[in-house]
């Protein structure tokens, strides 16, 4: 069984909603999961009496870090923070993950401190799965490095790459890099280093450069880029389904069993959560304004992941890589 801290405190509407996704992901999975419910006891003791004790516990913490708060100042200072103390049960064994739809920053910040950077990382990315015309595209980094230097972009090929690989089955994942046009020449410095240094790699199945228009096309299955940019193209696919559902009830149209299964697979919240890639343990962040639905699809992204011994082996490839001398 799979152990997931989830922060209960962490969203816009918490605990009710990171409350009502724990519900629904141990009526779902519960011979799969087990929740640490990280937070007062107050807003957690009805749910701990509706489930077996194998299936539910309490991790106490009394605390929040807001998103206004400064993200390193915040997790230094509040050590009793949901947070904080999330990222220490996944550190000492307690869990094998931590779901939050916390503060982002504070998130990444305390991933870092508390679990530490594989070797070989320097920038841990957030990655996200967007849909495609053929299935998926996983793209990092959505939010997590504003700059980026080319050999940050190499080592979120290899992560992407292999979270790719050993989560959905994706062999030899092919990895593009975004710009503003196809001919390796183009963009500025950073790109052209960057396309320099992918292609020169062995390791990763390279297909160049991708416009954004190409994203959508399933011609690749990672795509890497700077964190400022993936996250304009994350918040940009998080509005289309509500935007097309918009535009159909304006018309009329209404809705239908194709017409929401399209939108079912446009909606962000079927992807539930986002993995940070690069730490030495498994972090799942998700959207501030979760519904319960993406909560619940975080927690089964969080199983899955540590189901797929992703982590481990990101490990050993990136000591491979630094032992041969190769950046990552």
């Known amino acids: 069984m799979i152990r997931v801290a989830l922060d209960v405190l ?64 915040a997790v230094r200072r509040k050590p009793d923070s949901t947070i904080v103390r999330g990222l220490q049960a996944v550190r000492d064994g307690q869990v094998d993950a931590f779901v939050s739809a916390g503060s982002t920053g504070a998130l990444m910040v305390g991933s870092v401190l508390t679990l530490g950077v594989l070797p070989g990382v320097d920038r841990p990315p957030v990655a996200a799965l967007f849909p495609t015309a053929t299935g998926r595209v996983l793209v990092l980094d959505v939010g997590a490095n504003i700059h980026v230097r080319p050999h940050h972009l190499h080592q979120f090929a290899h992560l992407g790459s292999i979270y790719l690989r050993d989560r959905f089955g994706t062999e030899r994942p092919r990895v ?51 964190g400022f940019v993936g996250n304009v193209l994350l918040k940009f696919y998080e509005s289309i389904s509500g935007f097309i559902l918009g535009i159909f009830e304006e018309s009329g149209l209404g809705s239908g069993g194709d017409l929401n299964a399209v939108l079912k697979f446009l909606d962000y919240t079927e992807y539930g959560g986002a993995p940070l890639l690069g730490v030495n343990g498994v972090t ?25 011994n992703a982590l481990e082996d990101m490990r050993v490839t990136l000591e491979s890589l630094d032992a041969m001398g190769v950046e990552p």
């Open 176 to 226: 593009a890099l975004l710009n503003m046009g196809e001919e390796e020449e183009k963009g500025g410095d950073v790109s052209i280093a960057a396309h320099g240094l992918l292609s020169g790699d062995d390791g990763i199945e390279f297909v160049g450069n991708i416009e954004g228009h190409q994203i959508i096309t399933g011609d690749c299955d990672v795509i890497v880029c700077g």
């Open 10 to 73: 962490g969203g816009d509407a918490a605990p009710e909603t990171p409350l009502a996704g724990a519900r629904a992901a141990l009526e779902a999975w519960s011979d799969e999961v087990s929740l640490a419910l990280v937070g007062p006891e107050g807003p957690i003791r009805s749910l701990l009496g509706e489930f077996p004790p194998e299936n539910v516990s309490w991790l106490p913490a009394e605390d929040r870090i807001d998103v206004a708060d400064p993200p390193a100042l």
């Open 284 to 308: 799942i962040i998700c959207h501030g304004a979760s519904p319960a639905r993406a909560i619940k699809n975080a927690i089964r992204t969080a199983i899955d992941t540590v189901r797929s």
